[in-house]
């Protein structure tokens, strides 16, 4: 039996996730969205590559969610992106009506799939999925620490002059400002960073990381990342195909984990056939649970914006 993984939107996120996870040729894709025969548009774009790199994958393209139906995981990147003047409670208002009606009909034709959020305000949609579906925290979480931890890797290469291979980065809590990267828990080839670089160093990275969604929407002018996020959860999708047991930070529901409940919180998580299958606790410093205080505060007051 081949796998199946559809993607709900196929804007700029879901499309490059559709790439990245075709070079895998791990699964048949099925890209959906709302706008008219776009979807499809961007499936035969990919089908029509797959014989240059001989990749024997399945693409196909809809503007309904039949055609979803089988799917192993279900990647959800629908969703609109903070315009200029628009309010963060703005966006959590519109993705939620948005999100609902996507999970809503992820439960009815593709019900037994992992659900894997990729849209923000990552956590709050996550947390939205949960209730609206009342799946298991293991079939329904999301993308961000991937990306989070992704980018802190990419800037000790840079700042090292290392191969990213040796890197390894550990990055908790809500996706947004208020995240939290933890350099001692951040390794070259094993060695913690703490040992490697002065603290300015370490402190520049950590809040390049922090504000690293943000440095790309500067510089794109229009619209957001979508490289990165892409292949994150091509990533996690592909620990999840392969059954992998890889420990990936995932944003999960958590229940009582580092002393929080009723949030979905960026947290390390071990991903297989079964979704997430263990939340991994670690001991952290004052400082470090401080932060971590900070960016629940942060995500409960996104949080209250929901109408549940
Ligand atoms: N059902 C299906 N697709 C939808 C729906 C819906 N109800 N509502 C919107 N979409 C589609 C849009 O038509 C669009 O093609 O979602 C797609 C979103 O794509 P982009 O606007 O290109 O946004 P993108 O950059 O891909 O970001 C998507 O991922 O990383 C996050 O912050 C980002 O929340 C954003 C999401």
Known sequence: MRNK???IGAGMVGSTAAHWLAIKEIADLVLVDIIP??????ALDLTEAMPIEWLDVKIEGSNTYDAIEGSDVVIVTAGVPRKPGMSREDLVGTNQKIITDVVENIMKYA???IIILVTNPLDTMVYLAKKVTGLPRERVFGQAGVLDSARMRAFIAMELNVSVENVHAFVLGGHGDEMVPLPRYSTVAGIPITH???KEKIEAIVERTRKGGGEIVNLLKKGSAFYAPGAAVAQMTEA????KKQILPCSVYLEGEY???DIAFGVPAKLGRGGVEEVIEIELTDEEKEAMKRSEQLLRSTMSHLKL
């Not at 025969?37 to 961007?42: E, F, L, N, V």
């Not at 999840?240 to 059954?243: G, P």
């Open 37 to 42: 025969d776009m979807p499809m548009g961007k």
């Open 111 to 113: 019900p037994d799939s």
């Open 5 to 7: 993984v559809s993607i």
């Open 240 to 243: 999840i195909l392969k059954d």
């Open 196 to 198: 490697l670089l002065p």
């Open 259 to 261: 002393g929080l409940s």
